[in-house]
């Protein structure tokens, strides 16, 4: 068939349903709290007089949400026909319009860094050394650990395939042939799964949306007037 | 229209009749159309229900109800109607509201999604199959459709050029009333809305 002489068919979509909506960032854990230790040496283990604090964990990162459903695709219209007296082949097509990709899952939240650990004020209290002081970091506090990762969003379900039309056609005479074909509207692909977020734990990669499922099947009647 | 006979200019104009249209009415000759279409860049040709995309001229007429509709482009009451989708009466619940409703907004608010689909397949069983059959349908649909509008388009000649595109479109029925239609090789003409095409002669290069 090299010519298509009509072609009945709803307009398909431009873009994928809404995304889903990116989890949030977990916020950073609380820095632990400042110690204060006494040494007699600095080769000597510190006498604490106020332990520093190990910095809390980050939060966690919430999970993105799921796509958007796509919308079902646009109807083929309806047509009727009245040719009169036909020169030559025609060929006519009628399929409704694909439904609409899903939405793509939303990513995932990051985990929030984790705490820093509490300084430790050191004074030296030996004779030679007395009055020396300084602020530093001790080892044996470590910063807190960064939250858990939120999982990613599933992608959304594909819209289902537009409805096909019915074209009715009424001729009175034809030199030629009729080609008819007629297309369900395909079901919209699935959107795919957002992005997992960074930080601890395993997060879930989240599952692309389903297709949608085809349209109804056209339909097309024709009728030679007597 | 010389090219048509008798009979042929006769059917041209009862169909012109039907539409409520002057017999010989033309609402673009073939010269104008030409005008038209050296504004057009390599883009397809609009012929839409919005006039103001359209790069056919078009006539606007008002449709008060589905009825009307019915006698303007429908097909008979005892044609072959083996595939045509009558609807199920509606649910009292929703019919109702025909009663109640104090506007269209306010009926639109109280109707279920599935009666949007039904009406809509009620309509298009009542042009397609037998009108008789959808007089439960039909103060509904009037209520949710109409008033409505199409556009017309007439003319003696419509030359679709080898390779050229035209795309039938718009939120509203486009009906036309040609005497000769020619599309050329490749040629196609798109259609994106509910239309209702009447030619006497018919011409695939």
New interface residues.
């Given amino acids: 068939m090299?010519?298509?002489?009509?072609?009945?068919?709803?307009?398909n979509y431009a873009q994928p349903a809404t995304a889903g909506g990116n989890g949030g960032n977990g916020g950073p854990g609380p820095k632990g709290t400042d110690g204060i230790a006494h040494y007699l040496d600095y080769s000597c283990p510190p006498i604490y007089l106020v332990q520093p604090g190990s910095g809390g964990n980050g939060g966690n990162g919430t999970n993105g949400t799921t796509g958007s459903k796509g919308a079902k695709g646009t109807a083929a219209?309806?047509?009727?026909?009245?040719?009169?007296?036909?020169?030559?082949?025609?060929t006519i097509l009628v399929g409704g319009g694909n439904g609409q990709q899903g939405g793509k899952g939303g990513n995932g939240g990051d985990g929030g860094p984790g705490g820093a650990a509490g300084n430790l004020q050191k004074s030296i209290v030996n004779i030679f050394q007395i009055g020396a002081t300084g602020t530093f970091g001790d080892p044996n506090f470590k910063a807190g650990s960064q939250g858990q990762a939120g999982h990613a969003g599933n992608g959304g379900d594909g819209g289902d395939g537009g409805d096909g039309?019915?074209v009715?056609v009424y001729?009175n005479s034809s030199t030629?042939n009729f080609h008819t074909q007629t297309t369900a509207g395909q079901g919209g692909n699935g959107g795919a799964a957002g992005t997992p977020g960074t930080g601890n734990g395993t997060p879930a990669h989240g599952n692309p949306g389903n297709p949608g499922r085809p349209g109804a099947a056209p339909?097309i009647?024709l009728?030679k007037n007597g | 229209m010389d090219f048509l006979t008798d009979q042929q200019r006769a059917n041209f104009a009862s169909f012109n009749q039907r539409l409520g249209l002057a017999p010989d009415e033309l609402i673009h000759d073939t010269t104008e159309q030409h005008a038209q279409l050296k504004a057009v860049n390599d883009g397809p040709v609009i012929i839409s229900s919005n006039p103001g995309e359209s790069h056919i001229p078009v006539k606007i007429v008002p449709v008060g109800s589905i009825a009307e509709l019915n006698k303007m482009v429908g097909l008979p009451d005892n044609g072959d109607d083996s595939d045509v989708h009558y609807p199920d009466p509606l649910p009292e619940h929703q019919t109702s509201l025909l009663q109640t409703a104090n506007s269209r907004a306010e009926l639109f608010a109280g109707l279920d999604d599935s009666t949007f689909e039904t009406v809509k397949k009620a309509a298009t069983a009542f042009l397609m199959g037998n009108s008789a059959r959808l007089a439960d349908h039909e103060p509904m649909i009037n209520a949710m459709m109409f008033p409505g509008q199409v556009a017309l388009a007439t003319g003696s000649d419509l030359n679709i050029p080898a390779g050229q595109t035209y795309v039938i479109q718009g939120n509203d029925p486009v009906v036309l009333n040609y005497g000769r239609i020619t599309v050329g090789t490749g040629a196609q003409i798109k259609v994106l809305t509910d239309t209702t095409l009447s030619t006497q002669i018919f011409v695939q290069q």
Avoid: A, E, R, S
């Fill in positions: 090299n010519n298509q002489t009509f072609y009945f068919t709803g307009n219209p309806n047509g009727i026909l009245h040719f009169g007296d036909i020169q030559g082949d025609v039309g019915t009715v001729y030629g339909v009647k009728f």
